[in-house]
């Protein structure tokens, strides 16, 4: 099923033995499209720290309710490697967070979690390896970036907040369309499936669907996503009609 990124704010994030904090943001990575992190603002046992959460690691999120219990517990999360949210996180980071955690490296193949379709089929893989059989030292040492020397993919991390990207402007081939309202993602793979443009006056204020593989690039200095479409392409995009909660299509 659809839902949308912004739905997932405030959700409750629960450890097998307490609660952790609260959803603030996601990021997604902008070459595969998607969802690599939950951040994760925790409460007063861990001084408000933030903290990355992969969705491998989700048990079971309640949709309804509004809370995700992860496989983890609250000793693990607080010996996890520090990471600044409000910097851009890089793959020296990434790398010492996966090899804390034994994932496999999501950059390193074809598949969205590489080796697997499904988050939780990655973190059920890294829960059955002893530190000892983990191809990352959980310490975090150096054998795991050594995994990725050499590939120039894997050395820029492509992480994205999905906090800061809506509201980019929209920017077809040929002019600009509107702004990034929404994202929505499967609830099974957390692949970012649609990105919603609200459409400027050009198109009457309407809402269109657009597929994430025709976003070119995003522009930080300058706030704006750049599309592989001309405005004539956008305006015969049917509209997006979010009403459809009871369809499979999530409410604003």
Known sequence: MLRDVKDLKGYAIGATDGELGTVKDLYFDDQQWGIRYLVVETGSWLSGRKVLISPGAAGGVAWDSGRIDVRLTRRQVEDSPGIDTDKPVSRQHETTYYDYYGYPYYWEGASLWCPVVYPVEAGRSAESMSPANRSGG????????????????????????????????????????????????????????????????????????????????????EREVYLDMSREEVATIPDYVHERASAGQPRD
């Open 138 to 221: 959980a310490d975090g040492t150096d054998e795991g970036v050594k995994r990725t020397e050499g590939n120039d993919n894997a050395r820029d991390s492509h992480l994205r907040g999905c906090n800061d990207v809506v509201g980019h402007g929209a920017m077809a081939s040929d002019g600009p369309i509107g702004r990034v309202h929404a994202f929505l993602f499967d609830d099974a793979t957390w692949a970012i499936r649609h990105v919603v443009v609200q459409t400027g006056n050009w198109l009457q204020g309407r809402r269109v669907l657009l597929s994430p593989q025709r976003i070119q690039r995003i522009s930080w200095p």
